[in-house]
């Protein structure tokens, strides 16, 4: 694994999208879309005023300084808006693997291919640049959107992690796990990624 990339500005585009480090001033464009409870209603908080968003900007920044996670503004490029946020997290060297996740989409930004595009950049860069072995994705088990979503990325289902994490209200909240690895990586992108190859 190519830890060293992790500690650079990682910039990756294709027509559709742009990812730029989460440092950005752009950062602060987050607050135009980031209000909205359904955007976080399976993300275990939510971010619902100014202090909301400085804590989550903070927290992300963080994270990435202790060596988490490495996050990322999603920029569509259509409009040049900061269309939402992703991140390679849950980052582990020794095993070589990593999760992306933690993505969210303004409204106007839903359902409209952004995610897959995204995804592309950051499961191709993962592991053809940052050579991870493992790539897992998860969504809540009521999150059936995104679980829809993760399937059609060729991911495999794994199962069900239950009590996986307590949210911001105090329940806890159960995972579906599902993952892409190295050796099915080719295929994947050939059945699943062929407008952007």
């Keep these: ?3 060293e990339i992790l500690q650079s500005d990682i910039i990756l585009e294709n027509e559709k ?6 440092e950005s001033e752009r950062n602060k464009e987050l607050k135009e879309i980031i209000f909205d409870d359904d955007v ?3 993300m275990g908080m939510y971010v619902r005023n100014d202090q909301n968003l400085e804590n989550y ?19 569509d490029k259509a409009t040049n808006k900061v269309a939402g946020s992703t991140r390679y997290g849950y980052l582990n060297h020794a095993s070589q693997k990593c999760e992306i996740g933690w993505t969210w989409y303004g409204k106007a930004f839903q359902g409209t291919g952004l995610n897959k595009a995204c995804k592309f950049e950051l ?17 809540d088990l009521e999150n059936i959107r995104s679980q829809k979503a993760i399937a059609k990325l060729g991911a495999v289902k794994e199962g069900i992690f239950r009590n996986n994490y307590v949210d911001s209200e105090g329940k806890s909240k159960d995972d579906v796990y ?17 407008e952007f190859i």
């Design 123 to 139: 499961l191709n860069f993962g592991f053809e640049q940052i050579q991870f072995r493992r790539i897992q994705f998860s969504a």
């Design 57 to 75: 900007i903070k927290s992300t920044l963080k994270q990435k300084a202790d060596g988490i996670c490495y996050p990322f503004l999603i920029i």
């Design 40 to 42: 976080w209603k399976y």
């Design 1 to 3: 694994m190519n830890s």
């Design 17 to 22: 999208v742009l990812l730029i480090p989460f």
């Design 178 to 194: 599902f993952s892409i690895i190295s050796e099915e990586w080719e295929k994947t992108k050939k059945e699943y990624f062929s």
